[in-house]
């Protein structure tokens, strides 16, 4: 196991409906960076928090945000769900953005 | 952005033989390349990585190359053993300090 939790680990949402989605790093870990996987597709760079400020976001709409806390742990939001947001969602810690970066187990997100 | 590229997509080899998957990268400043090995339903383990100035390293049966050259590096698994079934990604962090995937690569040890 990496340290890295994630919660929760299953959600059902209907479609125009707000989620929010928790992540703690390993201990001593002061990066976070979230994914989307698709199935069957490798993940997906959402965005990554660097000592609580965002340093890096990929290409998605605005209704995805995020922060990260004093304690490192994060957390990502997303607004005005779509059927294509139904995806696992990932976040890893890592200490910097150049080194091994860990996986939490995931958060398997359904819009219905 | 870093664009990541595998081959082959699905890869069957028989117990004991060697594996090799390919991937190939587009930016040049990219300096980290670590490969993922992800079982169904789990997350994904970092399984090996490589820095811009090492051309290989090697961790018992599993070994990783990087021609710079050519933007593409490779991972090696010897000795094949049923447990190493399973969806590897390779990934590279590119001039803008992201983690980029490739779409991953399944492979299947036949006992």
């Known amino acids: 196991e990496t340290g890295v939790t994630q919660s929760p680990t299953h959600l059902i949402k209907t479609r125009g409906q707000q989620v929010t989605l928790r992540c703690s790093s390993q201990?001593?870990?002061?990066?976070v960076s979230w994914y989307q996987q698709a199935l069957g597709q490798g993940p997906q760079f959402i965005f990554q928090y660097y000592r609580e400020e965002e340093n890096g976001r990929g290409n998605f709409p605005p209704r995805f945000s995020g922060l990260q806390f004093p304690n490192y742990s994060s957390e990502l939001n997303v607004n005005a769900l779509e059927l294509d947001d139904s995806a696992l969602y990932l976040c890893a810690s890592s200490w910097g953005v150049l080194t091994e970066a860990f996986f939490g187990q995931g958060t398997r997100l359904t819009v219905v | 952005g870093e664009n990541v590229e595998q081959h082959p997509s699905t890869l069957s080899v028989q117990e004991g033989d060697s594996a090799v998957i390919k991937c190939t990268y587009s930016d040049s400043a990219s300096n980290y390349f670590p490969w993922y090995k992800q079982e169904l339903g789990k997350r994904p383990q970092l399984i090996i990585d490589?820095?811009?100035?090492?051309g290989e390293k090697k961790d018992q049966r599993i070994a990783v190359t990087l021609n710079k050259t050519a933007k593409h590096f490779s991972l090696h698994i010897t000795e094949t053993q049923p447990e190493d079934s399973a969806v590897y990604f390779c990934a590279a962090v590119g001039g803008n300090n992201r983690l980029a995937f490739g779409k991953g690569n399944q492979v299947v040890v036949i006992p």
């Open positions: 490589i820095r811009s100035n090492v």
């Open positions: 201990s001593g870990h002061n990066t």
